[in-house]
C-alpha cells in the first residue's frame, strides 16, 4: 500500500469486523424492546472505519477498501456453502449445527453482500461530498450524516433481500429499526473517538485530502491498485 503507513491496519480492520459481523448476525437478540442480529453490536465499528478511510484517505482509497472487503465476504460466504455441501466424517456429529450457523441461505449471503456494497458506498460518497461543502470543518456532522444514509441504505437493502415474504412483516420492521437506531447511535457515542482518531491518522500521514475532482463512479475498477494520491 504503497506511501501510506497505516492504511494496512486499517484495510485489515475493516475486513476483520465484516468476517466477524456476517457471522455473528446468524444470531437474532432481544434487548429490551429491541430485536437486533448479532452482527449489530461490533458491525457499527465498519462505518466507524469507513468514516475514518474516506475522512483521511478519501473516496479512491475507499473505493478501494470496499471492494477488498466485498471480495472476502464472498469467499467465506462461499466457502461455508462448500463446506456445509460436503459431506461430514461419519463419528462427527455437528454437521447440522454447522449448517444452520454457517451455511447462510443464497438469498441471506446475496443480502449480505448487496447491502455491504451499497451502504459502504453511500457512505463514504455522503462523508466526501459533505467534506468538500463544509471546507473540512465540522466533522461530527459528516461521520454522523453519512452514517444515517450509509445504515438506512444497508439495512434496507439487506433486510429486503434477505427476509422479505420469509419473516412477519412486523418482525421485519422492528428488526430494520431497532438496528438502525442502535447502529446510529454507536456513531453518534463514538463521534469523540473518531475525532482522535481521525486526527492521529491525518497526522502520521501527513495528509488531507478533498475529493473536489473525484470520479464517484462506484463501478470504476482501474485505479483498485494502490497508489498514493
Same mark, same amino acid.
Given at each position: !500500500?504503497?506511501?501510506?503507513?497505516?492504511?494496512?491496519?486499517?484495510?485489515?480492520?475493516?475486513?476483520?469486523?465484516? %468476517?466477524?459481523? *456476517?457471522?455473528?448476525?446468524?444470531?437474532?437478540?432481544?434487548?429490551?424492546?429491541?430485536?437486533? /442480529? =448479532?452482527?449489530?453490536?461490533?458491525?457499527?465499528?465498519?462505518?466507524?472505519?469507513? /468514516? @475514518?478511510?474516506?475522512?483521511?484517505?478519501?473516496?479512491?482509497?475507499?473505493?478501494?477498501?470496499?471492494?477488498?472487503?466485498?471480495?472476502? %465476504?464472498?469467499?467465506?460466504?462461499?466457502?461455508?456453502?462448500?463446506?456445509?455441501?460436503?459431506?461430514?466424517?461419519?463419528?462427527?456429529?455437528?454437521? +447440522? $449445527?454447522?449448517?444452520?450457523?454457517?451455511?447462510?441461505?443464497?438469498?441471506? !449471503?446475496?443480502?449480505?453482500?448487496?447491502?455491504?456494497? $451499497?451502504?459502504?458506498?453511500? *457512505?463514504?460518497?455522503?462523508?466526501?461530498?459533505?467534506?468538500?461543502?463544509?471546507? =473540512?470543518?465540522?466533522?461530527?456532522?459528516?461521520?454522523?450524516? &453519512?452514517? %444515517?444514509?450509509?445504515?438506512? @441504505? /444497508?439495512?434496507?437493502?439487506?433486510? %429486503?433481500?434477505?427476509?422479505?415474504?420469509?419473516?412477519?412483516?412486523?418482525?421485519?420492521?422492528?428488526?430494520?429499526? &431497532? *438496528?438502525?437506531?442502535?447502529? @446510529?447511535?454507536?456513531?453518534?457515542?463514538?463521534?469523540?473517538?473518531?475525532?482522535?482518531? @481521525?486526527?492521529?491518522?491525518?497526522? +502520521? +500521514?501527513?495528509? +488531507?485530502?478533498?475529493?473536489? /475532482?473525484?470520479?464517484? *463512479?462506484?463501478?470504476?475498477?482501474?485505479?483498485?491498485?494502490?497508489?498514493?494520491?
Amino acid at each position: !500500500m504503497s506511501g501510506y503507513k497505516h492504511l494496512g491496519l486499517l484495510t485489515a480492520s475493516l475486513v476483520a469486523v465484516l %468476517l466477524i459481523s *456476517n457471522v455473528a448476525s446468524t444470531k437474532i437478540l432481544q434487548v429490551g424492546v429491541f430485536a437486533l /442480529d =448479532g452482527g449489530t453490536f461490533l458491525f457499527p465499528l465498519a462505518y466507524i472505519f469507513g /468514516d @475514518v478511510l474516506t475522512e483521511v484517505y478519501g473516496y479512491k482509497a475507499s473505493r478501494r477498501v470496499i471492494y477488498i472487503g466485498f471480495l472476502w %465476504l464472498a469467499i467465506a460466504a462461499l466457502t461455508f456453502q462448500i463446506l456445509v455441501a460436503l459431506p461430514p466424517a461419519p463419528d462427527w456429529e455437528l454437521q +447440522e $449445527a454447522f449448517a444452520a450457523i454457517l451455511g447462510l441461505t443464497p438469498r441471506i !449471503m446475496l443480502g449480505s453482500l448487496a447491502g455491504y456494497w $451499497a451502504g459502504e458506498f453511500a *457512505n463514504s460518497y455522503t462523508l466526501a461530498k459533505m467534506k468538500v461543502a463544509t471546507r =473540512g470543518r465540522w466533522l461530527w456532522t459528516r461521520t454522523i450524516g &453519512s452514517t %444515517l444514509v450509509g445504515q438506512a @441504505v /444497508d439495512t434496507t437493502v439487506f433486510l %429486503l433481500i434477505a427476509f422479505w415474504g420469509v419473516l412477519p412483516n412486523d418482525l421485519l420492521l422492528l428488526i430494520a429499526v &431497532s *438496528n438502525y437506531i442502535f447502529k @446510529v447511535g454507536i456513531e453518534v457515542v463514538f463521534t469523540p473517538v473518531t475525532y482522535q482518531v @481521525v486526527a492521529w491518522f491525518k497526522r +502520521e +500521514e501527513q495528509i +488531507e485530502i478533498f475529493d473536489t /475532482d473525484t470520479d464517484f *463512479n462506484p463501478f470504476r475498477l482501474s485505479d483498485i491498485a494502490y497508489k498514493r494520491d
